[in-house]
């Protein structure tokens, strides 16, 4: 009989003693063999669309730390790149894109079954880990959530206050609402292609949830969430999904249950003791180490790691950050931080 994988069995909403963990951008600049591989693809788009180096990078991190779960590399604005949208990185900067300003931004944008073509070599990358990754690594896909996404084409870039989303929300709601729906169906038709070439998990990353209040929060966070969530169940019957909808702040409550979700992720401004006696009840919680710690490294790094599993193990755990770990972490420090969980 196979044993079945440590990270699914979190999903199903086991509580373990040791958690499963992974990272957030494990697969990344501050490890040397990344960067050697995105000099070798040419810059990161590139990289992302290369299934050979794509697979390769997210094995990197596998080999040498042996996490439970290996996350696809690609990036959440790949599906606006297959939508048509313009879209490049600027080096030291951050990503750039063609913006939707109103009606006919939209009206330029393909449809959501027009992606795939496009998108057939984040496809690829999956099949390729799906045949290369170890038995006991869990293959974790995901997309970004139709409302980050959304704030990343309507500014063209990364906005500290998501400015320019909320401005079109309010004076042009057509065209934004239009916008969601399509993001929305285009996600699933994506997540579905994921899965169906080998999976496991999907993760929806809705990194900018928290800019979002009150009854805008349930229309253009949880409501697509739950969208997205029932369809790819609906369609992979036993699909586990993990949402993030990070710095939800009180919002968190619920949300799981709301969204039909099988774990909350959750960022570093949640207490883990919190979020046990609030979220755990309702499914298993994912984080939420501060990834500053991956710098500092240190005893607090394990204090702060032990506290985190001591906290939530009266419930289904896996171990993360709260964010991705950043370029200036030190690569010896998560051997520290395996060794403060694992033991
Ligand atoms: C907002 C967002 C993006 N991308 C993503 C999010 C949501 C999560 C979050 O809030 O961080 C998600 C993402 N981006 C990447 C992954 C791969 C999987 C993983 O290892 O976690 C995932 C899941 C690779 C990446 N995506 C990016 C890199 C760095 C690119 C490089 O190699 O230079 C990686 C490894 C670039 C990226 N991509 C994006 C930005 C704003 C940037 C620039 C900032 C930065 O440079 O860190 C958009």
Redesign the pocket.
Known sequence: MTEKKKLLRSLAGEAMDVPPVWL??????YLPE?RET?AQAGD?LS?CYNSELAAEVTLQPIRRYGFDAA???????LIPDALGADLW?V?GE??RLSTITGPDGLKALKGKDDIHDHLAPVYETVRILSRELPRETTLIG?A?APW?VAT?MIAGR?TPDQGPAHALRESDPDTFGALIELLTEATIEYLDMQVKAGAEVVKI?D?WAGSLKGEAFDRFALEPAKRITAEMKRRNPGLPVIAFP?EAGDKYIGFAKAVDADCVAIDTKVAPEWAAEHLQPDSCVQGNLDPKLMVEGGQRLIDEARHIVDALKGGPHIFNLG??IT?DADPENVHVLLEAIRG
């Open positions: 957030m951008r494990q697969a990344g600049r990344y995105r990161f990289l996350i696809l590399f690609a990036d959440i604005l990185f080096t951050g990503p995901f970004g980050t990343y990364g990353f990194s990070r964010h991705g370029p």
